[in-house]
């Protein structure tokens, strides 16, 4: 079974956040992201690696009737009382969440 960015982030990537972000910080993740994309983009033939992960944001969004937001941090930053660590936490629970959701 071919792996994606969800797959990734609940599995080494949570084990040890700060590895790969230099901090625990939800802040930090996008830029991790973009390049997680850009290597889809020269990697992933079927382009589907970041499906998944699109569908998350749509899904919190509709979840905690958030309207789209320039960053796609913003809803985990506000629930979390913009504190950022607490925000990544809140990021991995609700990513479990729509992962159990989904695959019902």
Do not use: I
């Not at 949570?14 to 790969?20: E, I, L």
């Not at 079927?46 to 919190?60: A, E, L, N, P, Y």
């Not at 941090?73 to 629970?93: R, V």
């Amino acid at each position: 079974m071919k792996r994606d960015l969800v797959d990734f982030l609940l599995s080494e990537f949570r084990k040890r956040p700060g590895m790969y972000l230099g901090d625990y910080s939800l802040s930090k993740l996008p830029t991790f992201v973009a390049g997680f994309m850009v290597a889809c983009s020269f990697y992933d033939e079927s382009k589907t690696g970041m499906d998944r992960f699109s569908q998350f944001h749509d899904w919190v969004e509709t979840r905690h009737s958030f309207e789209r937001s320039s960053s796609w941090t913003m809803p985990f930053l506000e629930m979390s009382n913009n504190d950022d660590q607490a925000a990544l936490d809140l990021f991995f629970s609700e990513l479990e969440k729509f992962v159990d959701e989904s695959s019902r």
